[in-house]
């Protein structure tokens, strides 16, 4: 438009501008980079640069004994180490026949499902404080801070947990931990109303967060997003509901998914809110083991030699940032032959170059937030 | 729908192209040639019945056996519709392995080509953006190959060095 009213001398110029995002950057969650391509506020593209903690780990694994490995899987995720122990050895022991006892199994839960609530409070959190609200984030860490201790208690352990071991759990929870847990979570249910009221119900945040960066439900399958990312964009599936493992039939739960909440089916509030909702339902899954846990040994016995019989198998859990898949081959030594993890950061983070197109770089921080990326998980 | 008739039902449309099924393992596999890899993935994802429409994961294995030497490419795919699974497996050659890019399909394909070409070395025909994922661009070798032997030195920095406590334990 302006073009027709000035002379060509006058016109305004513009070009693009390329700028980087991190890798030290307090909104990327961790050594991630974005190589943005603006014009002024626009972005026109965003692409993600990883690999900045590519750690080895699958190569480790080829060199490790099975059990020696269960450590490693730790720093696959630090902020949900619990799941990543127990998707290795659910494989392990899908491939070498092995039990696990029932009291162990329910220790697994109790130990994931505090791990959730751990690793989704640091999500909501550092979300808040992404959009500028710092003061939730605090809020988030202190409750997490708690779970943090009862970990400790649980394991010794406060991030890299090393709990979960072939054929059952390392230490059994004893009743004492067990009253605390359950202190704990009549302290965290009406945190998570306050939690509400201070952010989820804002309107500067609701505003932020509203119609960004909404991902279809086509979208979602095609970049295969798992997790509650997956939820959010309207897919009901749930890898404990759907594909159970452990003690989760046993139990009820609720599988929130997105509707949209207060904009679009899939943005940036649905996936939020999709996160929210299961912090209850990680609280309702801990009620009922802790009343159901049953006596008996917390694992059971398993050969040191551990040599399971050449042979391959897939497992997946339903980690905080969705389907963690184990690939492990095993060519009946002593030493895995491979072993692949696929984390539910890597396909959410492929999907960030496609939906940053045309939205403002506030913006690009509320999707990063709000598809709960993890470096270490990533890169592995 | 059990992997069996999964297997069937490729089979009539691709006969020659597919093989070596194993039904009575965790995951039920079949072996896909290399040429044919993406018709099989297009028709297993559009065909109704089987609706693949997620590529879980895709990833490799370097096997080193003598007479049997090979990267295998694995692709897991699923489908949430109809809750079932398939694994397909693509033999290549370890020298020059190189097969058609499934981007196409799955957009997913497109990060995971990516890493199985960085540590694996496959060359993946077609690929939109065939860099190095995780290692950096000037780095030599494929690490998640059985041969691989570590560069002595990147960028001026040593990458073996003998640790400390060896020494003083003499």
């Given at each position: 438009?302006?073009e027709?009213?000035?002379p060509e001398?006058e016109v305004?110029h513009?070009?693009?501008m390329?700028?980087?995002v991190?890798?030290q950057?307090?909104s990327?969650?961790g050594?991630?980079?974005?190589?943005?391509?603006t014009d002024?506020e626009?972005i026109?593209?965003?692409l993600?640069?990883?690999?900045y903690l590519?750690?080895?780990?699958?190569?480790?694994?080829?060199?490790?004994t099975?059990h020696?490995?269960?450590?490693?899987?730790?720093?696959?995720?630090?902020?949900a180490?619990?799941?990543a122990?127990?998707?290795?050895?659910?494989?392990?022991?899908?491939?070498?026949?092995?039990e696990?006892?029932?009291r162990g199994?329910?220790?697994r839960?109790?130990?994931?499902?505090?791990n959730?609530?751990?690793?989704?409070?640091?999500?909501?959190?550092t979300?808040?404080q992404?959009?500028g609200?710092i003061t939730?984030?605090?809020?988030a860490?202190?409750e997490?801070e708690?779970?943090n201790?009862?970990?400790?208690?649980?394991?010794g352990?406060?991030?890299t947990?090393?709990?979960?071991r072939i054929?059952g759990?390392?230490?059994?929870i004893?009743?004492q931990t067990?009253?605390?847990i359950l202190v704990?979570?009549?302290h965290?249910?009406?945190?998570?109303?306050?939690?509400?009221?201070l952010l989820?119900y804002?309107?500067?945040?609701?505003?932020?967060l509203a119609n960004?960066?909404?991902i279809?439900?086509?979208?979602?399958?095609?970049?295969?997003l798992?997790?509650?990312n997956l939820r959010?964009?309207?897919v009901?599936?749930d890898i404990?509901?759907?594909?159970?493992?452990?003690?989760?039939?046993?139990?009820?739960?609720?599988?929130?998914?997105?509707?949209?909440?207060?904009g679009?089916?899939g943005?940036?509030?649905d996936?939020?809110?999709?996160?929210?909702?299961e912090l209850?339902?990680?609280?309702k899954i801990?009620?009922?083991?802790?009343?159901?846990?049953?006596?008996?040994?917390?694992?059971s016995?398993?050969?040191?030699k551990?040599?399971p019989p050449a042979?391959?198998v897939?497992?997946?859990?339903e980690?905080?940032?969705?389907?963690?898949?184990?690939?492990?081959?095993s060519?009946?030594?002593?030493?895995a032959y491979r072993?692949?993890?696929?984390?539910?950061?890597?396909?959410?983070?492929?999907i960030?170059?496609?939906?940053s197109?045309g939205i403002?770089?506030a913006?690009l921080?509320a999707?990063?937030?709000s598809?709960d990326v993890?470096?270490?998980?990533?890169d592995r | 729908?059990?992997?069996?008739?999964?297997?069937?039902?490729?089979e009539?449309?691709?006969?020659?192209?597919?093989?070596l099924?194993r039904?009575?393992v965790?995951?039920p596999?079949?072996?896909?040639d290399?040429g044919?890899?993406?018709d099989?993935c297009?028709?297993l994802?559009?065909d109704?019945?089987?609706?693949f429409?997620?590529?879980?994961?895709l990833?490799?294995i370097d096997?080193?056996k003598?007479d049997?030497?090979?990267?295998?490419v694995?692709y897991?795919?699923f489908?949430?519709?109809k809750?079932?699974?398939?694994v397909?497996?693509?033999?290549?050659?370890r020298?020059?392995?190189?097969?058609?890019?499934?981007?196409?399909?799955?957009?997913?394909?497109?990060w995971?080509e990516?890493?199985?070409?960085d540590?694996?070395?496959v060359d993946?025909?077609?690929?939109?953006?065939l860099r190095?994922?995780?290692?950096?661009?000037?780095?030599?070798g494929h690490p998640?190959?059985?041969?691989?032997?570590?560069?002595?030195?990147?960028?001026?920095i040593?990458?073996?060095?003998?640790?400390?406590v060896?020494k003083?334990l003499k």
């Open positions: 438009m302006s027709a009213v000035y001398s305004f513009t070009e693009d390329t700028i980087s991190g890798p950057h307090p990327t969650h050594v991630l980079r974005f190589v943005v391509r002024g626009v026109s593209e965003a993600p640069d990883v690999g590519h750690r080895s780990i699958e190569k480790i694994g080829e060199k490790c099975y020696g490995y269960v450590p490693y899987t730790d720093r696959a995720d630090y902020l180490a619990m799941f122990n127990q998707g290795f050895c659910m494989a392990a022991e899908k491939l070498g026949a092995t696990v006892t029932r199994e329910f220790c839960v109790i130990a994931c499902e505090l959730r609530i751990a690793s989704h409070l640091i999500s909501v959190g979300f808040g992404d959009i609200a939730p984030f605090l809020h860490l202190r997490r708690t779970i201790d009862l970990m400790e208690e649980i394991c352990a406060r991030l947990y090393n709990y979960i054929g759990v390392g230490y059994d004893t009743p067990c009253d605390k704990f979570l009549d965290f249910d009406p945190i998570i109303d306050e939690y509400n009221r989820s804002n309107k500067i945040y609701i505003e932020r960004v960066a909404a279809t439900k086509e979208d979602a399958l095609q970049y295969n798992v997790g509650p959010a964009s309207g009901k599936w404990r509901r759907d594909i159970p493992y452990s003690v989760y039939p046993e139990l009820e739960f609720e599988v929130p998914v997105g509707h949209g909440e207060k679009t089916l943005d940036c509030y996936r939020y809110w999709v996160r929210i909702q209850q339902e990680s609280s801990l009620r009922q083991c802790l009343k159901m846990m049953p006596k008996g040994p917390a694992i016995k398993v050969p040191r551990f040599k042979g391959e897939y497992v997946r859990v980690a905080p940032r969705g389907d963690m898949g184990y690939y492990v081959v060519d009946g030594t002593e030493y072993v692949r993890i696929r984390t539910g950061s890597f396909t959410a983070m492929a960030i170059d496609k939906l197109r403002m770089v913006d921080i999707l990063i937030a598809l993890d470096a270490p998980e990533i | 729908m059990q992997a069996q008739e999964i297997y069937n039902k490729i009539k449309q691709f006969p020659g192209k597919v093989g099924f039904g009575d965790f995951d596999h079949l072996n896909v290399a044919a890899i993406v099989v297009r028709y994802r559009d109704a019945e089987t609706a429409e997620v590529l879980s994961d990833t490799a096997w080193t003598k049997d030497e090979k990267i295998q694995v897991h795919l489908s949430y519709a809750r079932h699974q398939i397909l497996k693509v033999d290549l050659p020298e020059a392995p190189r097969i058609a890019t499934v981007e196409g399909i799955w957009k997913a394909a497109n995971f990516r890493e199985v070409f540590l694996f070395g993946f025909a077609g690929h939109s953006d190095r994922i995780m290692l950096p661009e000037d780095w030599v998640l190959r059985k041969d691989y032997v570590e560069q002595e030195e990147y960028d001026g040593s990458t073996q060095r003998a640790p400390l060896d003083l």
